[in-house]
C-alpha cells in the first residue's frame, strides 16, 4: 500500500522548531511532487510546502522564511524544517504522495 508515514512532531514553545519527516514509499512509482498539508481543529486543510521529485521546491506564503523542504533519495524520504514557529502553526501536518496517497499525520502543538 502506497501511503506514507509522518514523524518528527510534538510540542515546542513559540519560536522553537522542529522537523517532521515523510517516508515516501512511492518515490519510484510517481513522480508527482510530494506535499505537506496541515489541518488545525475545525479548519480547512491548507497546503504548507512541496517538493518536486527533483528536488524543486515549492513553499506558501505561510511557510516561506520560516519553513524548508528537502528530500534524502536514499532514504525515501522527505523533511520539513519548521522554525520561528508560532502558536497558529499548531496543527496536523500531513503528507501527500502521488497526489492522492495521505498518511497519517503528526501533530505539532505551539505554545505561546
Known amino acids: 500500500q502506497l501511503q506514507p508515514v509522518e514523524s518528527g512532531g510534538g510540542s515546542v514553545e513559540a519560536g522553537g522548531s522542529v522537523r517532521l519527516s515523510c517516508i515516501n514509499s512511492?518515490?519510484?512509482?510517481?513522480?508527482?511532487?510530494v506535499r505537506w498539508y496541515r489541518q488545525a481543529p475545525g479548519k480547512e486543510r491548507e497546503f504548507v510546502s512541496g517538493i518536486s521529485h527533483w528536488g524543486i521546491p515549492m513553499y506558501t506564503d505561510l511557510a516561506k522564511g520560516r519553513f524548508t523542504i528537502s528530500q534524502d533519495n536514499a532514504k525515501n524520504t522527505v523533511y520539513l524544517q519548521m522554525n520561528s514557529l508560532k502558536p497558529e502553526d499548531t496543527a496536523m501536518y500531513l503528507c501527500?504522495?502521488?497526489?492522492?496517497?495521505w498518511g497519517q499525520g503528526t501533530q505539532v502543538t505551539v505554545s505561546s
Open positions: 512511492a518515490f519510484t512509482v510517481c513522480e508527482d511532487d
Open positions: 501527500q504522495i502521488c497526489s492522492r496517497y
